[in-house]
């Protein structure tokens, strides 16, 4: 914490040598023109106690100037959300720099209780004068805050789900609180189920998903904590996960086929059939992912722009009562056949006088998907890349000797291939002739 009596010295008018903080923020300086006279003196400030909290201790600005010659008057702008004589003492428009003395220090002492008070800026800048030239940085700010020890704790509390609420177990659960604080900012939000920590969330909405709740009964409590540490524990909302029943369905996944083979971006349904249970639901997995969820017979999803890998498909077939019935897995590969690609033009071998510039073009195509882009090199250097056809770029300044041509072409899942040739760029000898005599 701070001191007061380091404030005090603050607020005495020398303190020799120089003293620099880094540049404010320019969104409150007002427009000025500095004088650019080389002979006067340079004046900067900083902030050097950039926090003040009411009813405890001040902030502090730092005027500085780089020579001691006489009295120096110097110009200030005081603006802000915090009113100057309103939420701090008076801090008057022109100061003065005493002679044989560097540096002035303006304190900032905050006006007014710290009860439910609104954090408060106050921002000061040089303004121009012709007896003296802005130095950097000619703005800063001091912040006002309420008094860390009179500051009151959030309020936190629960609100999904509802207090003894039953669940199936290992099923997701969402967990939301609802918190505020009156005079500060809340900083996080902490989720516990009995002495198990879940997790943290920093911003609103305050939600987290516990997944794979084991079975038991569970008090959930959330955490609320704002920014000087004082934290709130809200009341215990009650939650049973319970094992379901033994399911008396069969699930077996009748489409794709096993050790079935699809191009990169493929659709792949996916149909199941169930016999017996009261089915309320056939939810299909890569996994354990959830890809849909069909409620009627016949019971089917479309696995849309699939990218390449090996998968493992299965379905469960959800009952009314909680059972679950889960089929046995399915694997399948989805594999990706590259693109193709050919430089049209030059061809290989083709040459040139030099220096010149050359048009580069290629041709390609992806049988199972979709040509992101097409890039060009010339000997190792990157040329350009092309995202639509006709796919096309200018080599410049070719200068002579053999260069090697690549075109590279991408498809959308990461494939590439890459074709090349080789050009030869000489230096014809120049021509000549004598016209006279004859």
Do not use: C
């Not at 080389?38 to 902030?47: D, G, Q, R, W, Y």
């Not at 044989?100 to 900032?108: R, V």
């Not at 997790?199 to 084991?214: A, E, H």
């Amino acid at each position: 914490m701070k001191k007061v009596y380091y404030l005090s010295t603050i607020a005495a008018l020398a303190i020799s040598g120089s003293t620099f903080a880094k540049d404010g923020d320019d969104e409150n300086k007002p427009n000025t023109t500095p004088t650019s006279d080389s002979t006067l003196p340079e004046v900067s400030v900083n902030a050097s106690d950039p926090v003040a909290f009411r009813g405890l201790s001040s902030g502090a600005f730092l005027l500085h100037r780089d020579r001691t010659n006489g009295d120096l008057a110097v110009n200030i702008i005081l603006n802000g959300t915090a009113t100057n004589g309103v939420d701090y003492t008076t801090v008057p428009t022109t100061v003065t720099i005493p002679a044989g003395f560097f540096s002035l220090g303006l304190p900032i002492n905050p006006l007014g209780s710290s009860a439910s008070a609104p954090n408060l800026w106050v921002n000061l800048t040089i303004d121009t004068n012709a007896n003296y030239r802005l130095g950097r940085p000619d703005h800063a700010s001091v912040e006002i805050k309420g008094n860390v020890y009179e500051d009151q704790p959030p309020i936190v509390s629960i609100t999904s789900p509802a207090d003894n609420t039953g669940i199936t177990a290992h099923s997701n659960l969402a967990i939301t609180a609802d918190a505020t604080d009156a005079n500060d900012i809340v900083s996080k939000v902490s989720f516990y189920a009995n002495d198990k920590f879940l997790g943290t969330v920093t911003s609103s909405p305050y939600s987290i998903t516990w997944s794979n709740v084991p079975p038991g009964t569970f008090a959930l409590f959330a955490r609320a904590e704002d920014q000087f540490g004082k934290s709130t524990l809200s009341s215990a909302v009650h939650v049973t996960a319970t094992n379901p029943p033994p399911s008396t369905a069969t699930v077996t996944l009748t489409a794709p086929n096993a050790g079935s083979s699809f191009g990169a971006g493929a659709n792949i349904t996916l149909s199941a059939d169930v016999a017996g249970g009261n089915i309320q639901a056939v939810n299909f997995y890569n996994g354990d992912t959830l890809l849909g969820t069909d409620s009627t017979a016949p019971y089917s999803f479309v696995w849309n722009n699939v990218a390449p890998g090996h998968y493992s498909l299965r379905a469960k077939a959800m009952e009314t009562d909680g059972a679950v019935a889960s089929s046995a897995p399915v694997k399948v590969n989805v594999t990706n056949g590259l693109p193709t690609v050919k430089i049209t033009s030059p061809t290989n071998n083709t040459t040139f006088g030099g220096p010149t510039d050359i048009t580069i073009s290629a041709d390609a195509s992806d049988s199972d998907g979709t040509v992101a882009k097409v890039s060009f090199y010339g000997d190792a250097k990157f040329l350009g890349s092309v995202t639509n056809a006709p796919y096309t770029v200018n080599w410049t300044n070719v200068v002579p000797g053999k260069h090697l041509i690549v075109a590279s072409a991408a498809d959308t899942f990461g494939g590439f291939t890459s074709s090349a040739v080789m050009i030869n760029v000489t230096n014809p000898p120049p021509t000549i002739s004598i016209t006279a005599p004859a």
